[in-house]
């Protein structure tokens, strides 16, 4: 079971850079890690995914170790608008092939002026 | 805009009533999730369906029940509603059968109130 831990909130200023770490001790060997973002009252958006070393985008960058039981997602300069709840998400493969895509308590973070 | 319709956007309905969601996925995506977030709760998984059949399933109450249909899209059933069904549920959809590194597409949103 590919449980993932992120802290339940951050806080941060605009213009800085913004680093949110997931664990994921129990990952398996097929799973890749997804990030998602959630503004109130809407559904989840995709940010980005990775497997391993580093990914990015033009809007942020994935950070995963070589062992892979965290990923960091960093957000480059933050705005006010970035002020949303991110979510992990690693694949829960239990049940054999049934893939149930779970999503943990995710991460609140609020960009301040 | 996603892709992903779901309708009503609101439904406010009275305890023990039955109520019906409805979802259509992007076009050319086979998987269609359902979730439900309250406010005290994270995003819960429900049920997954791949191209018309049931593929996986979460805590989903025997009270709900849900289907995939020959054009894809799907409906999610409550029955017997309680007040603490109240919730927003979110459909998703991906293009697959809902690999991990599958990207999922989120709709709107329809948000269930219960009197």
């Known amino acids: 079971l590919a449980k993932t831990t992120q802290p339940i909130s951050m806080d941060s200023y605009e213009g800085q850079e913004v680093n949110i770490t997931c664990s994921h001790n129990?990952?398996?060997?097929?799973?890749?890690i997804t990030w998602y973002q959630q503004f109130p009252s809407q559904g989840p958006r995709f940010i980005i995914q990775g497997y391993k070393t580093k990914v990015t985008n033009e809007v942020a960058s994935l950070f995963i170790p070589a062992d892979r039981k965290s990923s960091t997602l960093s957000l480059p300069r933050v705005s006010l608008s970035d002020t949303a709840v991110y979510y992990c998400?690693?694949?829960?493969?239990?049940?054999?092939?049934?893939?149930?895509?779970?999503f943990g308590t995710g991460t609140l973070l609020a960009v301040q002026p | 805009d996603s892709g992903v319709t779901q309708t009503p956007k609101h439904l406010i309905t009275a305890t023990g009533q039955r109520v019906t969601l409805r979802c259509s996925p992007r076009s050319g995506d086979l998987s269609v999730y359902w979730y439900q977030q309250s406010l005290d709760q994270g995003l819960q998984f429900l049920i997954q369906?791949?191209?018309?059949?049931?593929?996986a399933k979460g805590n989903i109450l025997e009270r709900f029940s849900a289907q995939q249909f020959p054009d894809l899209h799907s409906e999610l059933n409550l029955s017997s509603l309680e007040l603490g069904d109240s919730a927003l549920y979110f459909c998703?959809?991906?293009?697959?059968?809902?690999?991990?590194?599958?990207?999922?597409?989120f709709g709107s949103g329809t948000q269930l109130s219960v009197l």
């Open positions: 129990n990952i398996a060997t097929n799973d890749y």
């Open positions: 998703a959809s991906s293009p697959r059968i809902g690999a991990t590194n599958e990207k999922l597409f």
């Open positions: 998400l690693v694949g829960d493969l239990t049940g054999g092939a049934t893939n149930k895509l779970i």
């Open positions: 369906y791949y191209n018309g059949e049931e593929r």
